[in-house]
């Protein structure tokens, strides 16, 4: 079968699909907890949607597998594993501090690179601070300082081989009272490094989620292939920019 077909057949089978809490905005982690078991699939395009790729769809895709898991006292775990450096994390993320109007998370975790073809710097930890300022029931943003240590695959400079960012999103809510369809959101994120090893361009990512019954979906544009935060984090050496989607499934 043709594969442009294929691929707008298996788009119309999802959102026909699609007709609760959704942890990550587009790449990075939200103000929402997981309050059930949670299956999350990522999925970029790894052709520029600028060139003659079909949108990026003829090149090929970085996915990843992931599962988070609601623990006591709102405290969640995630396990995930993506495509590329065959890479491993896991993370746990508690609440701060919560009130109608602000809301502080703790995101800290570990992730490893299996890939052969990586010989140093394989495990990185991670750290991310998520401070989210909820300007009334529709719009909201977020400052997500983050730190990641052995960013640098190739060592190619031990003094920037850890790296600090300050990720920043802003979204916009659209509710639905009636129908398949609960609910619109409208992100757009972005990750500035402030220090360490870091690519040419950050990281960025705009969007939109659709909230149906138990699904999250997002489909959204990125300059990154990466939706890992050891890997995301570090931007991009060009300026391309790629098709991707995200699918979450509450259990």
Same mark, same amino acid.
């Given at each position: 079968?043709?594969?442009?077909?294929?691929?707008?057949?298996?788009?119309?089978?999802?959102?026909?699909?699609?007709?609760?809490?959704?942890?990550?905005?587009?790449?990075?982690?939200?103000?929402?907890?997981?309050?059930?078991?949670?299956?999350?699939?990522?999925?970029?395009?790894?052709?520029?949607?600028?060139?003659?790729?079909?949108?990026?769809?003829?090149?090929?895709?970085?996915?990843?597998?992931?599962?988070?898991?609601?623990?006591?006292?709102?405290?969640?775990?995630?396990?995930?594993?993506?495509?590329?450096?065959?890479?491993?994390?896991?993370?746990?993320?508690?609440?701060?501090?919560?009130?109608?109007?602000?809301?502080?998370?703790?995101?800290?975790?570990? *992730?490893? !690179?299996? &890939? +052969?073809?990586?010989?140093? %710097?394989? $495990? @990185?930890?991670? /750290?991310?601070? #998520?401070?989210?300022?909820?300007?009334?029931?529709?719009?909201?943003?977020?400052?997500?300082?983050?730190?990641?240590?052995? *960013?640098? !695959?190739? &060592? +190619?400079?031990?003094?920037? %081989?850890? $790296? @600090?960012?300050? /990720?920043?999103? #802003?979204?916009?809510?659209?509710?639905?009272?009636?129908?398949?369809?609960?609910?619109?959101?409208?992100?757009?994120?972005?990750?500035?490094?402030?220090?360490?090893?870091?690519?040419?361009?950050?990281?960025?990512?705009? /969007?939109?989620?659709?909230?149906?019954?138990?699904h999250f979906f997002s489909i959204l544009l990125t300059n990154t292939y990466y939706s890992t935060p050891a890997s995301y984090i570090i931007g991009n050496n060009v300026q391309d920019t790629y098709l991707a989607f995200n699918l979450i499934r509450k259990f």
């Amino acid at each position: 079968m043709n594969r442009r077909l294929l691929f707008l057949i298996s788009l119309l089978i999802i959102i026909q699909t699609l007709l609760s809490a959704n942890p990550y905005y587009l790449n990075l982690p939200s103000y929402r907890l997981a309050d059930k078991p949670e299956f999350r699939l990522t999925h970029r395009f790894l052709g520029d949607v600028g060139k003659q790729y079909f949108f990026g769809l003829d090149v090929g895709a970085n996915i990843s597998l992931g599962a988070e898991l609601p623990l006591a006292n709102k405290w969640t775990w995630a396990l995930y594993r993506s495509r590329f450096d065959q890479e491993y994390g896991t993370s746990l993320k508690l609440p701060l501090y919560t009130s109608q109007t602000d809301s502080v998370l703790l995101l800290g975790g570990v *992730t490893t !690179r299996t &890939d +052969s073809s990586i010989v140093r %710097n394989s $495990t @990185s930890w991670i /750290g991310q601070l #998520i401070y989210t300022r909820f300007i009334d029931e529709q719009l909201y943003v977020s400052l997500i300082p983050s730190f990641v240590t052995a *960013t640098d !695959r190739n &060592d +190619s400079d031990p003094a920037q %081989n850890d $790296t @600090s960012a300050v /990720g920043a999103v #802003i979204g916009y809510k659209l509710p639905f009272s009636s129908g398949l369809l609960k609910e619109l959101e409208f992100v757009g994120e972005v990750v500035p490094v402030a220090s360490g090893y870091h690519l040419k361009y950050p990281a960025f990512a705009v /969007g939109v989620t659709a909230k149906t019954y138990g699904h999250f979906f997002s489909i959204l544009l990125t300059n990154t292939y990466y939706s890992t935060p050891a890997s995301y984090i570090i931007g991009n050496n060009v300026q391309d920019t790629y098709l991707a989607f995200n699918l979450i499934r509450k259990f």
